[in-house]
Structure formats: structure tokens, C-alpha cells
């Protein structure tokens, strides 16, 4: 090669590297999207496992509390009085205990505070406490609460550590206490049923749940205070004088107004992601059994938040390595390149591959990356040509979608909001399609579904229905929009593809006029 080609070659390579360059730069930040979400939707699985694994050993023992209520010598013994049948009872609790060692006492109180019968947890073996060290409970503040019950409500302690003679008992003991109130035949108060959890096996169970994160795995009350934490110096902070501080309110003040403002979700700071879920773990949803689910009445404030913690530093590694692999193949390629170009021109077949890939992109919506209108509109001659073709009899519904409020989380919250709405709301539309339907973009806030074979309009109504559900359901910043639509169904509606369009986007517009946020039947 002579030195006028040679530096014809260097010229001609060196710009061809911008290509490969630029190429790569996105590759890595697609890369660093797909990895960030990911992450945010495993940890968010792996919180939601947590709070379903300590929400199921919460309701179990509540529904074990409502059962001891409802036992039978001990309704004897109310309707009787008659004292021989108090170690019938303690011998119930004697059973249950030994069953499961995870009850520290069971105890029935009477109407006046007294302890009637009780049996503790002492060196792991379930005894019965004697008559004479029974003690008067009166003054306690979860009797007084759980005495104020209904019947069928179930009083639930804060989750803290056992304290004996006034000193937290070591090694800790987390404890929870579940009562509910115990009533006669006449409905008169007579008691409570008391039983003293010993709530480990909740933070073991919650743990587990959370073992597959790529984290650290938080456990915090309805205050923020940590009841498990990566840090044991930080946990039960609220138990120990001077270290009212140590809660997720004042180490990450972000992080928790965050998770006041969403159920679930996440957020990122310089510390690292926090992925959060809330629970109210005597929630109905969350009950072991469906009985329990009817009777148990929970305070909706009391509530434990399941946390995963995934620390800057491990974050940036995954980034440095992301980019080592992608420098290494972006070098690779420029070599590579250059050393082909040095050989041979681009072959025909590889220009037809490079036509053929941005004909394929011209036809999908760059923003949303489903059809765009020029796609869709094929696909939907090419269904309507089939429908009353050779597959005639089948169905097809055409539904015209209209975001509702999207102009305003425009303006007020920015066009990279904006875009997100777009992007979720066609993500709804493409992840509840079938095999054979499809979902489009018309331009601007308006969306368009093809379902190319449904047994009635009544079905179409339905799949309208569920798809306005969920775009109702989405989220950003708390923001919220609603969406009108339109269904017009071949043949019931119309028999010519152009009046099927121009039903459907009238029945979009009625929906508008009819308050919005609905679906309308053409007609």
C-alpha cells in the first residue's frame, strides 16, 4: 500500500471508529438501564416476599388467639365458675405450647386484671405457673387496651424485647403480644386471652424471604426504627435511652419521606438504592385464613416496612464492570473493522441486512418501541382482509385509547415524566396483549389496540375495562391519569375496515364527553 492510500486508509478508519464508538456508548447505557431495572424489580420482589413471609407468621398466631377465645372449657368456666376447670384449660395451653415453641406464655386474665391461668416458656419446657405467683395485670397498658375491644379484635403489641425486673433480658428477645377479648353467652366482658409471641421466628422468617437480594435486608417499624438491620448497633434503638436517633428518619431523611408517600417503591441516593415495601400485616389480604380474614379487626397503623439496601459501592462495581466489557468489545470492533476494511468493500448482502433493520425501525414507535401508525395500519388491513376472507366468522374489536390529565403532568412535572407516562402506558397495552393482537401509537397521547379475535363485543368491553384498570393504577411522582376509550367490533358494528376506524375514535370521543376515564360502545 502506497502513502497516499495508506493515509486514505487511517482517514477512512479513523472516522469509521466514531461509528462503533457512538455505538458502544449506547450499548453501555443500555446496559445500565437494564441492570438498574432489574435490580429495582428483584429487590422490589424480594421486599414483597418479606413482608407475605412475616405477615402469614403474624396472622397464623392470630388466628391461634381468636381459637383459645372460643374454647370450650373455658366458656364452661365462665358459665360455672367452677375452679376444677381452670387446669383443663392450662392444660390446652400446655398442649399449644409444647406444639410450637415459639409461644413465651399463654396466659387468660380476667375481667378484674387478675391472671387466671398461665403457662410460660421456662428453659424450653411449657409449665404451668402456680396458683400463688399468678399475678394482678391490671395496671398494664395492654390490658387496659384490649379490654376496650370488641369481640373477634385482635390487640397487637409493638414488636420490641422481652424486659425482665426492668432490664432488657440477653441475649435479646423479640417479643410481641397478641390479646383479644373473651366474652360470656350474655356478651359481658370476662377477660382476655394473652398470648406473648416470641416474634424471632417473624425477623427469621422475613430474613429468609429476603435471602436471594442483592442487598442488605431492612425490617423497620411503623417509626422507622430498625428491627433488623446490616448493623445490630442500629437495631431497636427505640429500646435503649440516648439512641433516639438511631431510625431511618434521621440517618436517611430522604429514604423515609419516600416511603411515607408509596406503598412500595424505590429511590436512589448517594448512599445507594433503598427499595421499600409497607405493610400492614393484619391486613386482610395478608391473613393465613380465610375465617381469620373475617374476624380479625387491625389497626391500619400498625405497620412494619421490608427494606433492601443496596450499598453505592456495589452499584458502581457493576457499572466499572459493564464498561470493561464493553471497552474491550468497542476496541475489539475498531480493530476488527479496520482490519476488513483493509480487505473488502461492505458486501451488497450486508447493505440489504442494514436496509432491512431501519425498515423494521421505521415501523415502530422510537419513543414507546411498539407499532407506530404506519405498522399498525397494516397490520390491521392485512387482520381485516382475513377476518372476511378465508378465516371469516371471527371478531375483531378496535380500540381507540385517549390519555386523560397526561397534559398536565406535561407541563407541571416535565417532558422526561411525560415520556415515562408514554412509555408505561404502552407497556400496559403490548403486556396484555395475545398472541395475534396489537398494540400501537398513533402519535401524541393516543394509543390504539387490534385484538384480532374475540368471541363477543361483550369480551372486547372487558379487556377495555381491564386495560383502562391498570393504566388507572400506574404511578409517577403520585400522579395519577385516566384514559377514554373506544370499542367498535367487526362485523357487529361495522362491515368496512373505514367506518370501523371512524366508530371507534366516535366512541373515544364520547367517552371524553361523558366525563372521561370510561369505555364506550360504538353504536
Known sequence: MDKALWIQFLKTCSILAIFPVVLFALAYRWEMVGFYRHIEHHEQAATAAGAVAAAHRLNNIAAIVLMLADQNELHAYLDTGDEALLPLIAHEYLALARTAKIYDQVRFIDANGMERVRVNHKDGIPVVVPNSKLQDKSRRYYFEEAMALDSGSIYVSPLDLNIEQW????????????????????????????????????????????????????????????????EPCRSWGFMFAGQEDKRMGVIYPKVWQAMHQEQAGHIYTREGLFVFHG?????????????????????????????????????????????????????????????????????????????????????????????????????????????????????????????????????????????????????????????????????????????????????????????????????????????????????????????????????????????????????
Open 167 to 230: 432490664t432488657i433480658e440477653r441475649p435479646y428477645k423479640p417479643m410481641i403480644r397478641l390479646a383479644t377479648p373473651v366474652f360470656d353467652l350474655q356478651g359481658r366482658h370476662r377477660g382476655l386471652i394473652v398470648v406473648n409471641f416470641l416474634a424471632q421466628s417473624i425477623l427469621d422468617a422475613a430474613l429468609d424471604a429476603m435471602k436471594q437480594t442483592h442487598g442488605q435486608p431492612m425490617m423497620l417499624n411503623a417509626d422507622g426504627y430498625w428491627l433488623l438491620s446490616p
Open 279 to 523: 405493610s400492614n400485616p393484619l391486613a386482610a389480604e395478608y391473613c393465613a385464613l380465610a375465617e381469620a380474614a373475617n374476624e380479625i379487626k387491625s389497626d391500619l397503623s400498625y405497620r412494619w416496612y421490608f427494606v433492601s439496601y443496596v450499598a453505592q459501592a456495589h452499584i458502581d462495581d457493576m457499572r466499572t464492570k459493564i464498561l470493561v466489557i464493553v471497552v474491550v468489545l468497542g476496541t475489539l470492533v475498531v480493530m476488527l473493522l479496520a482490519a476488513v476494511y483493509q480487505e473488502t468493500l461492505i458486501s451488497e448482502d450486508q447493505r440489504h441486512r442494514n436496509r432491512a433493520k431501519l425498515e423494521r425501525l421505521a415501523r415502530v414507535d422510537g419513543l414507546t418501541g411498539i407499532a407506530n401508525r404506519l405498522a399498525f395500519e397494516e397490520r390491521l388491513e392485512q387482520e381485516f382482509e382475513q377476518a372476511g376472507g378465508r378465516r371469516a366468522g371471527r371478531r375483531l374489536a378496535l380500540l381507540y385509547f385517549d390519555l386523560d390529565r397526561f397534559k398536565a403532568i406535561n407541563d407541571n412535572l416535565g417532558h422526561d415524566v411525560g415520556d415515562r407516562v408514554l412509555k408505561d402506558v404502552a407497556n400496559v397495552l403490548s403486556g396484555n396483549c395475545r398472541r395475534g393482537d396489537t398494540a400501537g401509537r398513533f402519535g401524541g397521547d393516543e394509543f390504539v389496540v387490534l385484538l384480532s379475535d374475540v368471541p363477543d363485543e361483550k369480551t372486547a368491553v372487558a379487556i377495555a375495562e381491564k386495560l383502562r384498570d391498570q393504566i388507572c393504577a400506574l404511578r409517577w411522582r403520585g400522579h395519577a391519569i385516566g384514559v377514554s376509550i373506544g370499542v367498535a367490533v367487526f362485523p357487529d358494528h361495522a362491515k368496512r375496515l373505514a367506518e370501523l376506524r371512524r366508530l371507534a375514535d366516535e366512541a373515544m370521543y364520547a367517552s371524553k364527553a361523558k366525563g372521561k376515564n370510561c369505555v364506550t360502545v360504538a353504536t
